[in-house]
């Protein structure tokens, strides 16, 4: 196979010495195996430096780290690298290295240099991340004109959450929304005399679905949150409809109250109020005038009358192709949520098993793409466009096991893997250095079959962590078929494997398992397997493929 010749010399520089293992954000230095040795070193001579006239210690219980604050602070560690105050890999610790990035991002943006973040500080920093990430004409703009560059946002959205920049805001996005739905919040915000976050910050304001079936995210925002004003007045309120059509967004204004999803529906870019309070189905807009009425003819007028029918407000469902879903869309809507339910849902706060579910994908997917752009920053000798180019074809190869997740047990679909495993022509620690830079590449370019590809091969490696993401594509519908009942032999076989994303929060093992049974009609599901609903376990399988197969 012609596709191997360069994947092979990639993977090699993955599995060889040409690799060092990365320093973490936190601060530690993991080479060779000897952080241990380093650390109780470091304790040693501290110890060594006190006077030994002191007898008397007192010692202090390190304060536990939730997995909310974990996530938050690697949020911050990933905003830092991305700016360019380069960190480390991202592990939710603001060690020594991030507390440096920490300064240099004060000093640049003319803060107090403390190392420590303020609400404020922290809130402009990720936001300004959150706007690069989701792109667009206006920060695109921004960044090409700006004297700092990428740096250009930072600065400003410190002057919008300040106000002390252009007050109009006329061109710029808040809290990931696209820029047209972000100009109808800035309007709302001036009219109502408010600032953008505070709207933001209303529960119900923003609200996210599918208006037209078309699989991308349509956008409600419901001005009844603000109460009685220049917005809103008794029970009829303002409410901007912005349904996706392929040259951008299509805004339609209607009155309602309490409105939500549920009380629209759009064809294309055209949308109309069903349900209750229908007679507000009129849109805000000016209709076309009537024509002119013609004079009454009784007789031809009821010969011509249809029999009467029952009413139908709901327009049928185009008939089209389904439009792939995009991961990085997906991600940032569930971010958004997030932020808004005031973080991450947890086991005990467990409500919604699909937003607690891609909370975790996006979770896995940020320690993916981490992992492997480490890997791929320290391969020499290729560009991120040839490496990337190499990926696709790797994705390519493996289309028919991809095409079987979708449809297969997971048992024959790894059979499918496992054969091409063997007639790859590359060693074990060859294709999971490859695999490991492809999953990165996958999810940073949206290209599913690559991420999928990549994903099955560590699992077929015997690193059934990965298998996790499999488990969340089949229920999500992302790059597969929508299938939970597929998806739970996944997420079985990965929460009894070595943990790789997030393995310092060993809760996420039960709220997983919790919301795939939820989302499989399990409504009294606890997370802990009970042995009449036992699924099949698979650590036979796995010991068998990690003799077989060591991980690199």
């Known amino acids: ?36 040795g380093i650390i109780g070193g470091a304790i040693v001579n501290e110890a060594n430096r006190q006077p030994r006239t002191v007898t008397k210690r007192t010692y202090y219980k390190k304060p536990t780290m939730s997995s909310a604050q ?46 420590e973040l303020t609400d404020i500080q922290r809130s402009i920093l990720t936001t300004a991340y959150q706007k690069a990430s989701l792109g667009g004409s206006a ?33 710029n996005s808040i809290g990931g ?33 599918d208006l037209n ?103 049928p469902a185009p008939v089209a192709e389904p439009v792939p879903v995009s991961l990085a869309s997906f991600c940032s809507k569930t971010s958004l949520v997030t932020s808004s339910n005031g973080g991450f849902v947890t086991e005990a706060s467990l409500t919604d098993p699909g937003q607690a579910l891609g909370e975790q994908f996006c979770l896995a997917r940020g320690y993916a793409l981490d992992e492997g752009a480490a890997l791929e920053a320290k391969i020499g000798g290729f560009t991120p466009e040839q490496i990337a180019a190499q990926c696709r074809d790797f994705g390519a190869l493996l289309s028919e096991q991809v095409a079987a997740i979708g449809s297969s047990p997971r048992e024959a679909t790894l059979a499918k893997v496992k054969s091409f495993i063997a007639g790859s022509g590359m060693s074990p620690a060859q294709l999971s250095g490859t695999a490991k830079v492809c999953l990165s590449v996958g999810y940073r370019t949206d290209d599913m079959e690559v991420a999928l590809g990549s994903a099955l091969v560590l699992g077929g490696l ?75 376990s698979f650590a036979a399988k796995a010991a068998e493929l990690v003799e077989t197969a060591a991980p690199q």
């Open 177 to 209: 929304l696209p820029p047209q739905i972000s100009e109808a919040v800035f309007e709302i915000a001036r009219s109502s005399n408010v600032e953008p976050q505070q709207l933001m910050a209303r529960s119900g304001f923003v609200q996210l679905a």
């Open 139 to 171: 920060v695109a703009q921004t960044i090409s004109t700006h004297p700092q560059g990428m740096r250009g946002l930072l600065m400003q959205t410190r002057d919008q959450m300040l106000g002390t920049g252009d007050a109009t805001y006329a061109g």
């Open 462 to 536: 015997g690193e059934g962590a990965y298998d996790e993401l499999v488990g969340h594509h089949l229920m999500q519908g992302i790059g597969t078929a929508e299938r939970p009942d597929l998806a739970m032999d996944w997420y079985e076989n990965a929460l009894s494997a070595q943990p790789v994303f997030a393995p310092a929060q060993p809760e996420r093992s039960g709220l997983i398992r919790k919301a795939a049974l939820m989302m499989n009609g399990r409504a009294d599901a606890s997370s802990a397997p009970k042995p009449a609903m036992a699924l099949p």
């Open 70 to 115: 974990r996530e938050a602070n690697r949020e911050v560690q990933v905003s830092l690298n991305h700016f360019g105050w380069n960190v480390g890999t991202p592990d939710g610790v603001l060690g020594r290295n991030s507390r440096a990035g920490i300064s240099q991002y004060q000093a640049f943006m003319d803060f107090p240099i403390t190392g």
């Open 213 to 315: 079936n078309d699989g991308r995210t349509d956008y409600l925002l419901d001005t009844s949150v603000l109460g009685p004003g220049f917005w809103c007045n008794d029970k009829s309120c303002a409410v901007r409809v912005f349904a996706s059509t392929p040259s951008g967004f299509s805004r339609n204004d209607f009155q309602a109250y309490n409105a939500t999803p549920a009380m629209f529906t759009c064809q294309a870019g055209a949308c109309q109020k069903t349900g209750a309070n229908i007679q507000n189905n009129a849109p805000v807009t000016a209709a076309a005038p009537a024509p002119a009425p013609a004079a009454p003819s009784f007789s031809t007028q009821i010969a011509s009358q249809p029999a009467p029918a029952m009413p139908s407000f709901v327009a």
């Open 1 to 36: 196979m012609k596709h191997k010749f360069v994947l092979a010399g990639l993977a090699l520089a993955v599995a060889t010495g040409g690799l060092t293992a990365p320093a973490l954000a936190g601060g530690s230095d993991i080479v060779g195996g000897v952080i241990g």
